[in-house]
Structure formats: C-alpha cells, structure tokens
C-alpha cells in the first residue's frame, strides 16, 4: 500500500491545531491500514521522525434525510494521531 493509499487527509480543527504545538499531528487514513503501514507512509510523505502512532475508529453518525422521511448515514472513518520525534515538523501546516 503506497503513503497515498495509507493517508487519506489530515484532520483540519481546532483541537488539531492545538496538538500541533506539541508536534502531534492527526490524519484520516484507510481503514485497512495498520499502525506500521501509517508510520512508514507519514516518514516517506514528510521527511520527518515518528515517535508513536495511535488510531481509533469512528462510526459515521445517522443524519436525517430533508425531503424524505428515511435516514441516512455518514461513512465510518479511522483516523491516526501521529508524533513526531524531537523538533520535527511537517512544514505543510506550519505555513
């Protein structure tokens, strides 16, 4: 699986924004894709030292549909907290 199979986005927020002062970053990343994969693909793409990764999965939430009377349901995504080593950065954000 190559880096742009793994990382599928970085997660845009304010909390996000937060964590990047302390060098962790969060991605949305493929489902199948595994702690090994995310670290090897975030190295590669970057240029930059991982120390840990973690991940979680989140269930899309039930959105109700306007003009019809059923419901709908946003797509489950996995995401990916990921930091960095020492004083690396990844310069995309930063800017």
């Known amino acids: 699986m190559s880096e ?3 990382l599928l986005r970085p997660v845009i927020s304010e ?10 970053y969060v991605f949305v990343v493929d489902k199948s894709a595994n702690k090994i994969q995310i670290r ?10 991982v120390e840990s990764v973690n ?4 269930k899309g939430k039930r959105k109700r549909q306007r003009r019809l009377a059923t419901f709908g349901k946003r797509p ?4 990916a907290i990921v930091r960095l080593v020492g004083d ?5 954000f930063e800017g």
């Open 4 to 6: 742009r199979q793994v």
């Open 15 to 24: 909390k996000s924004y937060a964590l990047m002062d302390e060098g962790t």
């Open 40 to 49: 090897s693909a975030v190295e590669d793409a970057f240029g930059v030292r």
């Open 55 to 58: 991940t979680l999965n989140r």
């Open 76 to 79: 489950d995504t996995k995401r």
């Open 88 to 92: 690396d950065r990844i310069e995309l």
